[in-house]
């Protein structure tokens, strides 16, 4: 099945720094997602985006599916920006597989 | 804007109980789906379905059953809990048409088995 990876694993950034996560993956696949799982565990959607780029406030997303890879860029971070972000691939037919997530603390 | 409910945030029940865990989703989706999220493993999937009276097994279906009577409604039995079931279970409904296939959650249920 595919894999997915994301780095860094771990990110500690102060209150207004820019930030840039990776999620990689080792097939071809039609579906890429984004989430924010914050504190209390609820995850929010951020980006659906198997391809191209996305932007949403401070948040932007890019996904070059030839290469594998998608981006998400955090600009001014904020203490509400803390949590873990995980990225979530799949193809059709088949089930998405979710990465290990990047778990993000902002300090204020 | 989709939403998706489940039942409870927290509960605790006993070894050997029959446990419920229910999920409604109010976008008129076809697909749903159970996960369970530990730490260290990440999220796994359980069951899902893609139509009233389907299911299909995901990755760890083992321990687990479930019941879609309707397209809103994906319930999680547990038939008889037991303490390495104890987690946070996470549901999602996805959209499935046009090719374009998101995922939405719910906020999810901590599960305790004492």
């Known amino acids: 099945g595919i894999q997915v990876e994301q780095s860094p694993p771990d990110l500690i950034l102060q209150e207004g720094a820019n930030s840039t996560l990776r999620c990689n993956f080792s097939?071809?696949?039609?579906?890429l997602q984004w989430f924010h799982q914050n504190p209390w565990g609820q995850l929010i959607n951020l980006f659906y985006i198997p391809s191209g780029t996305k932007q949403n406030g401070r948040l932007s997303a890019t996904t070059v599916a030839t290469e594998r890879y998608s981006l998400l860029y955090i600009s001014s971070s904020q203490t509400t920006d803390s949590g873990v972000y995980f990225c979530?691939?799949?193809?059709?037919?088949?089930?998405?597989?979710f990465g290990p997530g990047t778990r993000l603390s902002v300090l204020p | 804007d989709v939403k998706v409910t489940q039942s409870s945030r927290y509960l605790v029940k006993r070894t050997g109980e029959k446990v419920f865990l229910e999920c409604v989703q109010d976008m008129d989706h076809e697909n749903m789906f159970w996960y369970r999220q530990d730490p260290g493993l990440g999220l796994r999937l359980i069951y899902f379905?893609?139509?009233?009276?389907?299911?299909e097994k995901g990755d760890i279906p083992e321990g687990y059953s479930v019941s879609r009577e309707k397209k809103e409604r994906f319930s999680l039995i547990l038939e008889s809990a037991s303490t390495n079931q104890t987690s946070m279970y996470l549901c999602?409904?996805?959209?499935f048409g046009q090719g374009y296939y998101e995922q939405y959650f719910g906020p999810g249920t901590r599960l305790t088995v004492t």
């Open positions: 979530a691939v799949g193809s059709y037919g088949q089930n998405f597989v």
């Open positions: 379905s893609y139509d009233v009276k389907m299911k």
């Open positions: 999602a409904s996805q959209d």
């Open positions: 097939d071809s696949v039609n579906n």
